[in-house]
């Protein structure tokens, strides 16, 4: 949700969350240099898809993303909505969920939709980074083009709520390294060391961002694949990048919650993480 300041905004589209359908709120994530939050919720695929919905029928009536402002990729207010199947339901049937909230979101709120990750109905939107190119303002110049239209709905954006991109994808850790530093470019060339695009960790996204009100800088990353990559790896690797430019790592943090097997003795105190415990796992509310 591209909304990380306003308090009030947050509480109004949690409280959406929990009044539209029996879900379980499990976290809310909020950053204002991102001006971001993550809202993250289980229950029933019915249920999650109606409070999906809700949630964005809230956010598009409270958040102007023409006046918004951040540190993190968007190309809307809601900007993108995962499913993550994780207990008694197919990828198959999280597909045509996310297909079936696309269409509502197109038809009644008139939101221009992309798919991507396994819900994705074109071959060149599978990763997101790929729907998000250029960000809101160039999306909004390319809309027209008949590669950049949406997969569902009409292709001009929303007033105020811009565009939304609705996936289903394994299950991704947001992971991010603050430094003691306020070098954005060498946060910038830390990141495209680590990510894979670059030669850098397998399933690992990174890029290097401004946390301006604290006046230091982050590198920012989505773990798709923690198995392959684990987060002591990711953080050796960063540390390592950041000493060899006299730079040290402050602090780790984790936005949202994780899979059990993702957790490893100690974690909290290596990753330098200012808060993780068992809520912070997936699995115990399964």
């Known amino acids: ?3 990380g300041r306003d308090q009030n905004i947050i509480n109004e589209i949690a409280q959406a969350i929990r009044s539209s359908a029996p879900v379980k709120l499990l976290d809310i994530s909020s950053d204002p240099d991102h001006n971001r ?3 993250t ?3 029933s695929p019915h249920d999650v898809k109606k409070a999906a919905y809700k949630m964005a029928e809230k956010a598009i009536s409270l958040i102007d993303i023409n006046k918004h402002s951040g540190a993190h990729p968007f190309i809307g207010a809601v900007d993108v909505i995962p499913f993550v199947p994780l207990k008694g339901v197919s990828v198959e049937e999280v597909v045509e969920l996310a297909r079936t909230l696309g269409d509502e979101l197109a038809h009644y ?3 221009p939709v992309y798919f ?6 074109r071959h060149d939107r599978t990763e997101l980074p790929d729907v998000r190119r250029g960000g809101y ?7 027209n083009l008949s590669g950049r239209q949406p997969d569902y709905g009409v292709p001009h954006l929303h007033p105020k709520g811009g565009a939304v991109a609705v996936g289903v994808r394994d299950f991704l850790i947001a992971f ?3 430094l003691k530093s306020d070098d954005l470019a060498a946060a910038k060339d830390i990141a495209r060391s680590v ?3 670059h030669g850098g960790l397998p399933g690992l996204r990174a890029i290097g961002v401004p946390l301006e009100g604290r006046k230091i800088v982050q590198v920012s990353m989505n773990v798709t694949d923690h198995r392959e990559t684990t987060l002591r790896e990711i953080m050796d690797i960063v540390k390592q990048k950041a000493s060899e430019k006299g730079i040290a790592v402050l602090e780790g943090e984790i936005v949202g919650l994780v899979p059990r097997d993702a957790v490893f003795p100690k974690m909290k105190e290596y990753l330098k993480l200012k808060r993780f415990d068992d809520k912070n796992v997936v699995n115990n509310y399964l």
């Open 1 to 3: 949700m591209s909304e």
């Open 37 to 39: 939050t993550v809202y």
């Open 41 to 43: 919720f289980i229950g």
């Open 109 to 111: 709120l008139k939101l």
């Open 116 to 121: 991507y990750g396994y819900a994705a109905l």
């Open 137 to 143: 303002q160039k999306l909004k110049e390319e809309i």
């Open 176 to 178: 991010n390294i603050n």
């Open 195 to 197: 990510r894979e695009k």
